[in-house]
Each structure stands twice: as structure tokens, then as C-alpha cells.
């Protein structure tokens, strides 16, 4: 969905706005918020997070490894800017659509980023998230979500997220079977991510999905910033954040990280 100007400006959404991308989020799984997000700050972002994954890679992946994730690699974003800016961590627009759906206890559970590299090929059909009431025959309402931030064009050429609506309220199959999601799966819609950078994706969990080859000479990279339910369990893989960082926080994002294990800057 589009914003008009004047809710970019007032860093707000009408009422009408906020109770169709609520509804959106409950009914397809997903809410796309287009180009909400200065292009400069996706620049710059996409510069700095290009030579941190690029060290990564060189650094952690072995080849073999590197491989066997077929070209899809993720990687913790490091607690410091840009990616730490308010416009990410605290960005009003997804925060206003998550608060209507989670409540405002909600917590950052963890933050990481999903590049898809030139020469990619297919990632497994998958769920984010187990179901923690596999027995249950109806969904429960939405506890966890992850906002998708874009930082190239996300399109056909270089490997845009395919993504099937509506399969976060499925619950007779294990999240864990994949091949059993790729069977259900011929007989479902499928919708492939296709949005400018700068565009802001709401999404809950539970939304089967995966990422596509990438044929194209460009390195497709996106953030991805997990929240949770207030009550929701925390993830074990959670963002150590620097003293420092912390510290500058906003009374906000200090919230929304209230739960992250904190190091002092000399242990990094």
C-alpha cells in the first residue's frame, strides 16, 4: 500500500491506513508499506551492509558452506549505525501496524540480514517460526513478525522473495517438513516480492516463503528485524548490543530492545 504525503510527513498513518494494513497483515500475512524510507539513508545503508557481508562471507562461510546455503546468506547486522538508526530499528509506520497487531509490549527479538547473491539458486520452502500449538486446528493471532527492509530493488532478475498468502493461518503441517510444504504448496497461489527499495515489508512469521535464484550481476540485499509479543519467548540468537549503543538509544528503541544481552564496548 502507498502512504500519502502527508502521513510521511507527520510520521503517521490515518486511521484508515492503519486499520487496512492491520487487516492486510491478518488476512494475506504480509502488508507492503512502499517507499517510505529516504533513498539516501537505503544508500548508505546498502554501501556499508555490501562490504560488512562481503568481510563476513570471506571471514566465516567456507566455501562447501557457502554452497550449501545455495548463495543465500545471513548474517547478524551489527549493532551500530546505520542499521541501528531510529528510521530501521523504530520506523513509525511499521511500528504503528505491529503495535495494532501485537500490542505495544512488543520486544526486538532478533535482527539479521538476507542477501542473495549473483549465481543463487532456489532456498527451500520454508516457515520462520514452529507453531507452538501444533495440536490447535485453527491459527492463533500473529506473535511474531519480521520487518523486511530492501535495500536494492527487489525483482524477477535478481531474486525477489517468493512468498504464498494466506499460509500463515495453515496449521496441519510441520513447519520443519519442507517437502511437505513444497507439495501443498503447487496447488497455492504464489506472489513474488517485487518492490522498490526504500519500501518497508510487515510480515507475519508463519508465511511460507523462500528466496529465488538470482541470475543478475547484483548483490540483492535486504535487513530483517524480528518482533515478538511482549510474553513471546526470546530468541537464543539475539543481538549482543554495545553498552555505548545502547546508551544512545532512544526511551523507544530502548524498549523495543529491552531484553537484548548487553557487552561493554571493549568485550567487541
Known amino acids: ?26 488476512d494475506v500475512g504480509y502488508v507492503v508499506l512502499e517507499e517510505i524510507l529516504p533513498i539516501d ?12 557481508i562481503a568481510e563476513f562471507v570471506a571471514k566465516e562461510l567456507k566455501p562447501e558452506v557457502h554452497a550449501e ?12 549505525a546505520p542499521y541501528t538508526d531510529p528510521i530501521a530499528v523504530e520506523n513509525p509506520f511499521a511500528l504503528q501496524v505491529m503495535e495494532e497487531a501485537l500490542g505495544k509490549s512488543l520486544y526486538c ?3 539479521n540480514t538476507n542477501t542473495a547473491y549473483p549465481g543463487s539458486m532456489y532456498q527451500r520452502l520454508h516457515r520462520d517460526i514452529y507453531l507452538p500449538f ?36 495453515i496449521t496441519d503441517i510441520d513447519p520443519a517438513d519442507s517437502q511437505k510444504l513444497l507439495e501443498r504448496a503447487q496447488y ?7 518492490i522498490k527499495a526504500g519500501s518497508v515489508v510487515v510480515r507475519d512469521m508463519r508465511v511460507w516463503h523462500r528466496g529465488m535464484p538470482n541470475p ?7 535487513l530483517a528485524i524480528v518482533y515478538g ?6 530468541d537464543p540468537r539475539m543481538n549482543q548490543i554495545p553498552r555505548s549503543t545502547f546508551d544512545a538509544f532512544s526511551e523507544k528503541s530502548k524498549h523495543l530492545f529491552r531484553h537484548s544481552p548487553l557487552v561493554e564496548d571493549a568485550e567487541i
Open 1 to 26: 500500500m502507498r502512504l500519502t504525503t502527508e502521513e510521511i510527513e507527520a510520521g503517521a498513518m490515518s486511521p484508515e491506513n492503519l486499520a487496512l494494513a492491520a487487516r492486510t497483515l491478518h
Open 41 to 52: 539513508w537505503v544508500n548508505r545503508t546498502r554501501a556499508q551492509c555490501d562490504a560488512d
Open 69 to 80: 546455503r545455495a548463495g543465500h546468506v545471513s548474517m547478524l547486522a551489527p549493532m551500530h
Open 109 to 111: 527479538m532478533f535482527y
Open 134 to 169: 501444533p495440536e490447535l486446528k485453527h491459527a492463533l493471532p500473529v506473535y511474531m513478525v519480521v520487518v523486511n527492509i530492501p535495500l536494492v530493488d527487489f525483482t524477477l532478475e535478481n531474486g525477489s522473495t517468493e512468498v504464498y498468502p494466506g499460509t500463515h493461518l
Open 188 to 194: 497455492l497461489p504464489a506472489v513474488r516480492t517485487n
Open 216 to 222: 543478475s550481476d547484483m548483490v540483492r540485499t535486504m
Open 229 to 234: 509479543r511482549g510474553f513471546w519467548m526470546t
